[in-house]
């Protein structure tokens, strides 16, 4: 490299005047976690075990099939997972880094060859034991309850639902998929579903029957996604005050070149596009041949000092009006040359 020390004070300020653009792209589709954990927590009870709408397969059928989709959807981004049911209580899968395979194998394995009489829908209460496995978790946890929405014994479920919100603040939200289907399993779900606004609504049937609907239900609870990546565009903007009419570089100019090469040979992968421009005195015509020879001379001297010449394409964009070309200084901005990769 030319020592800097040789130049005038004047040269050296123009390296200052000297304009690097980089733009980033964006994470590519990077899935980025809404919760640390998550408990399909199931309704186990006797009215589940009934027929839906009368019809047709039961309740807990539907919901083993639906949640064999559910999981198979959910990404695994590092989540604590686990499966509950209630009413009885009890942990088809503890708390445990979540693998859609094992999970898979918890789903598949739960019961629903019971007997109807005498298993009563103690749903409140399922929500009181459920306390005890929240606590054991860090972070956020998103409950997804699976249920026809049935209390016929026990404490008031929409009242232990809030009690759990109160106790943990916004570590907690339950999301509801319903197989109601009588009016007072809906008005419970709703009730559960209106405590807090980041609970998500979802029909189990319409899952069920609508992968796209599938997916934006666990979009919606467990992630969101980065922006699609932009094109990388990497620009090394040279503002050289090149004389009127001339495109010869000048020593004052050799400063600014040294910062470009560098950042040249540091992309040795990369090649570029070398466009030179003008101010706008002078015919259309006449300005697109200054501004050709101008990129010419540029890559000229990046190939003198070690820059492949099949890295460099040098084109002539003639007069530019990105700035104000009424003033001295105007024009003085558009005689640049700009380098972008291709």
């Given at each position: 490299?030319?020592?800097?020390?040789?130049?005038?004070?004047?040269?050296?300020?123009?390296?200052?005047?000297?304009?690097?653009?980089f733009?980033?792209?964006?994470?590519?589709?990077?899935?980025?976690?809404?919760?640390?954990?998550?408990?399909?927590?199931?309704?186990?009870?006797?009215?589940?075990?009934?027929?839906?709408?009368?019809?047709?397969?039961?309740?807990?059928?539907?919901?083993?099939?639906?949640?064999?989709?559910?999981n198979?959807?959910?990404?695994?981004?590092?989540y604590?997972?686990?499966?509950?049911?209630?009413?009885?209580?009890?942990?088809?899968?503890?708390?445990?880094?979540?693998?859609?395979?094992?999970?898979?194998?918890?789903?598949?394995?739960?019961?629903?060859?019971?007997?109807?009489?005498?298993?009563?829908t103690?749903?409140g209460?399922?929500?009181?034991?459920?306390?005890?496995?929240?606590?054991?978790?860090?972070?956020?946890?998103?409950?997804?309850?699976?249920?026809?929405?049935?209390?016929?014994?026990?404490?008031?479920?929409?009242?232990?639902?809030?009690?759990?919100?109160?106790?943990?603040?916004?570590?907690?939200?339950?999301?509801?998929?319903?197989?109601?289907?009588?009016?007072?399993?809906?008005?419970?779900?709703?009730?559960?579903?209106?405590?807090?606004?980041?609970?998500?609504p979802?029909?189990?049937?319409?899952?069920?029957?609508?992968?796209?609907?599938?997916?934006?239900?666990?979009?919606?609870?467990?992630?969101?996604?980065?922006?699609?990546?932009?094109?990388?565009d990497?620009?090394?903007?040279?503002?050289?005050?090149?004389?009127?009419?001339?495109?010869?570089?000048?020593?004052?100019?050799?400063?600014?070149?040294?910062?470009?090469?560098?950042?040249?040979q540091?992309?040795?992968?990369?090649?570029?596009?070398?466009?030179?421009?003008?101010?706008?005195?002078g015919?259309?015509?006449?300005?697109?041949?200054l501004?050709?020879?101008?990129?010419?001379?540029?890559?000229?001297?990046?190939?003198?000092?070690?820059?492949?010449?099949?890295?460099?394409?040098?084109?002539g964009?003639?007069?530019?009006?990105?700035?104000?070309?009424?003033?001295?200084?105007?024009?003085y901005?558009?005689?640049?040359?700009?380098?972008?990769?291709?």
């Open positions: 490299m030319v020592n800097m020390k040789k130049y005038s004070l004047a040269a050296c300020l123009a390296v200052v005047a000297m304009t690097m653009v733009s980033t792209a964006a994470f590519a589709g990077k899935k980025i976690p809404k919760v640390d954990n998550f408990i399909l927590f199931v309704d186990h009870s006797g009215s589940m075990a009934q027929k839906y709408m009368g019809n047709g397969a039961k309740k807990i059928d539907l919901a083993k099939g639906m949640m064999g989709k559910l198979a959807a959910i990404p695994e981004l590092g604590t997972g686990a499966l509950y049911t209630f009413a009885p209580f009890a942990g088809y899968a503890q708390p445990a880094p979540y693998r859609t395979a094992v999970l898979g194998e918890a789903v598949n394995g739960l019961d629903t060859e019971y007997e109807v009489f005498m298993r009563r103690a749903m209460n399922g929500l009181i034991d459920l306390d005890s496995v929240l606590a054991g978790l860090d972070g956020k946890t998103a409950v997804i309850m699976v249920t026809d929405g049935a209390s016929n014994i026990g404490a008031d479920p929409v009242a232990q639902a809030q009690a759990l919100y109160a106790k943990y603040g916004g570590k907690v939200c339950f999301h509801v998929v319903s197989y109601a289907d009588t009016e007072k399993g809906r008005m419970i779900i709703d009730e559960i579903r209106a405590l807090n606004s980041c609970s998500v979802a029909d189990g049937e319409a899952l069920m029957a609508d992968a796209a609907l599938m997916d934006r239900f666990v979009e919606d609870v467990f992630f969101t996604e980065a922006a699609e990546p932009q094109p990388v990497e620009t090394i903007v040279f503002r050289l005050n090149f004389d009127f009419d001339k495109s010869n570089i000048k020593e004052e100019m050799v400063p600014i070149l040294e910062q470009a090469l560098i950042l040249l540091e992309k040795p992968n990369l090649s570029y596009v070398v466009e030179g421009w003008t101010d706008s005195i015919t259309d015509a006449y300005n697109l041949g501004s050709k020879r101008r990129a010419d001379s540029v890559t000229q001297w990046l190939t003198t000092n070690g820059i492949g010449r099949n890295r460099l394409e040098p084109v964009k003639g007069e530019s009006t990105k700035f104000d070309n009424s003033t001295d200084e105007g024009r901005q558009n005689r640049r040359v700009e380098i972008r990769s291709k």
